[in-house]
Structure formats: C-alpha cells, structure tokens
C-alpha cells in the first residue's frame, strides 16, 4: 500500500527468449493463513468417515492420497505443499498478464526438459520443486486468481474448485487447505468427490469411479484429459493393490 510498498519487479528475458521477471524481497502476508495450522493428522475414524460418505474402500482414497502427495501433504513451514498452474491463473485474470509476467502466466508447465528438436526448456516454462515462489508473485498481482490457480494438500484439490466445495469464498478454501491433512480429506477430497461429474464425455461421476474402482475414469474426472500422458491412471490402480495388500502404508 503506497508507492514504496509492495514487491517489485524488473523484467529481463532468458537466453532463449522467455520473460524473466526478478522480484523484490518483499512478499505479500500469507502468514495469516499459514498460522492456521493445526498438525491434525488423518485418523483411522477420518478415514472411515471418509469412504462411507463416498460408500467406496478406504483403499480407494489412500491411492490418491499417495500419488497426489507421495511427499508431505505440508513443507517444514507448515505450508500445505501445493502446485502452481500458469494456464489457471491466466484463465482466472482473463489473461491481462500473458504479455509482461509470461513466466507466471500463460500456456501450461511441462516437466519435460527439452522440446521436440532436442532444444532446452527454459526453466520458466517447467514446473518447479518450489511451487511458492511463482504463487507468491502470483498473489501480489491477483490473490483471489493465484489461490485458484494452485493445487493444494495431501489431495491436490486445485482452488478453482471452491464454490462446488461448499465454500463461499476463495479464501475460506485456503483457510482449510492450511490448517490440516485431516481437512484436506474431509473438507476437500470428499466434497470433490461427491460433486465432480462430466456429462459431456461420458465419464459419470467421480465418485462412481471410485466406487467401481474404474481407475480410467477417475483419472479423466480428477486430472483432466491428459491423464494418459502420466500414466495416472495405472499409478492409482498399482498404489491400490500394494495399499490393499499391505504393501504400501498411508
């Protein structure tokens, strides 16, 4: 607030011609989210809840979560662990930003290092360990867009989805993707589940899917159409199978 507060950003381009933008230290104040948080793990009562209001396994839940976040569902600092997505946040700031914050903003990520021909990526067009940084800036520009623009937690329920979750603002989700894994659980992935459906393309309902365990299906409606290009759906049958022989512990 003010001309002298507030990041800053001077712009640059890569040696291959992408736009790199350099911020000031400065960040905006997340912390009032981020000291929401509680450290309540998921129960095994959480997980029973869980899968009768879907009326599928547990085994079936415990799949995404590894998958989603085989790591932490939280960092060291208590920050849900998340993934920023430039197509999103241009999508949700009617793409106003394309033009100067191209690092940020504009066609999806890949975690592909070099292109067709052989050529190197720039590393402002892949995906990144630390999510936070691109969030951050993100949020300076438009936090109601960059919240939605990132997925978060132990499940990887991206913001956008808030309203068919039951919160009334962007910020409410936000608030309970940063209290505890036992929220992203009960307050995320279950109402995700309940709601998300596709009428267009035949796929039916997620939770369908995970009742009958159609391991395709629930990876079009969870991941969109390019599940194929991860594997995604055979990662959450394999996961299944090792969780249900005790192989793999969540």
């Known amino acids: 607030h003010g001309a002298d507060k507030g990041m800053k950003g001077q712009q640059s381009k890569t040696p291959q011609g992408a736009t790199d933008t350099h ?38 839940i415990q799949a995404f979560a590894h998958v989603e976040s ?12 998340i993934q920023y997505e430039r197509h999103k ?28 021909a052989g050529h190197p990526i720039a590393a402002n067009d892949r995906y990144v360990a630390d999510a936070y940084e691109r969030f951050e800036r993100a949020y300076g520009l438009d936090e109601d867009a960059a919240i939605m623009a990132c997925s978060w937690g132990k499940f990887q329920v991206l913001g956008e989805n808030y309203r068919g979750l039951g919160f009334p603002t962007v910020q409410k989700f936000l608030e309970a993707a940063c209290k505890s894994e036992r929220e992203h659980l009960l307050r995320l992935f279950v109402p995700f589940a309940m709601t998300v459906r596709d009428a267009k393309y035949g796929h039916g309902t997620l939770r369908n899917a995970l009742i009958q365990k159609n391991w395709g299906d629930a990876a079009w409606l ?29």
């Open 23 to 60: 911020y000031s230290k400065d960040r905006p104040d997340l912390q009032k989210y981020f000291a929401l948080y509680t450290g309540e793990k998921i129960t095994d009562t959480d997980w029973d809840q869980a899968a009768k209001a879907i009326t599928c396994e547990i085994e079936v």
């Open 70 to 81: 085989g790591k932490a569902p939280f960092d060291p600092h208590h920050r849900p662990t």
């Open 89 to 116: 946040f241009a999508k949700h700031t009617g793409h106003k930003y394309d033009a100067v914050n191209a690092d940020i903003s504009g066609k999806p990520y890949t975690n592909k290092k070099s292109d067709k």
């Open 222 to 250: 969870y991941n969109g159409p390019d599940y194929r290009k991860y594997d995604y759906d055979n990662q959450l049958k394999a996961a299944y199978e090792k969780i249900k022989t005790g192989a793999l512990r969540v």
